[in-house]
């Protein structure tokens, strides 16, 4: 999956519903995979965990719900939305999904567009920057539609791998992040980078932060990885 561009997994069995949801995810900026069936499903998000899921109820073997149920019970996916698609209708199913874990629940049929809006809804509240949100943390303003990054109401010059570093790190503040996070997350499984690259870049990241004065925001954490905070 591409590391700039959010990510769905579509998990649907049913052929033409799984494309025309891959296609409109498309068509609107996110990067989409695709499962067939439960097994698939969760044999991908350990390979690659994506930042949402749109996940119907009635799979193939495993369940939606089930698969659902599995993914909370974990702490690396616990904090991942699931949107759940169902043509239960009836309010003990909603109930059902919802108190499985899942985030949203939509009924079949529904509108393409309003799920759409729910999708982007989930991101604003677990990765606000993928979806054009601006950031702030302490004298540092981030705006991810426009790509600027002030601090103290001075411009700050970030190459684009900066940019996508600082956008993680300002997401979750505080939050230590491993080397091998930083590389799945802003340079993407697809492509191999040696994780002294992350180092590279963070060294990078450090001076553009420091301009035009102030202290290093980032924190290194000995052994673990990189914080913001």
Not at 124 to 140: E, F, H, K, S
Not at 180 to 199: A, F, H, S
């Amino acid at each position: 999956m591409s590391a700039d561009l959010p990510r769905v997994l579509v998990v649907e069995d049913e052929p033409a519903q799984r494309e025309v949801l891959s296609y409109n995810l498309e068509a609107e900026g996110f990067a989409v995979s695709r499962a067939e069936t439960g097994d698939e499903a969760l044999i991908l998000v350990e390979e690659d965990a994506p930042d949402i899921m749109v996940l119907d109820w009635m799979l193939p073997g495993v369940s939606g719900i089930e698969v659902c149920r599995r993914l909370k019970m974990r702490p690396e996916t616990r904090a991942m939305p699931i949107i759940m698609l169902s043509a239960r209708s009836e309010e003990v199913d909603r109930v059902r999904g919802l108190e499985t874990g899942a985030d949203d629940y939509v009924i079949k049929p529904y509108s393409v567009v309003e799920l759409m809006a729910r999708v982007r809804a989930q991101l604003r509240r677990t990765r606000p920057a993928a979806v054009g949100q601006q950031l702030d943390y302490d004298d540092i303003h981030l705006d991810a539609e426009t790509h600027r990054v002030t601090r103290g109401d001075l411009p700050l010059k970030l190459g684009p791998t900066e940019f996508r570093l600082l956008s993680t790190f300002m997401e979750k503040p505080g939050r230590v992040w491993s080397r091998e996070q930083l590389l799945d997350r802003v340079w993407g499984r697809d492509i191999y980078v040696d994780t002294r690259t992350v180092d590279v870049h963070i060294g990078r990241l450090r001076k553009a932060l420091c301009q035009h004065g102030g202290s290093d925001p980032v924190r290194t954490v000995r052994g673990a990885g990189y914080a913001l905070g």
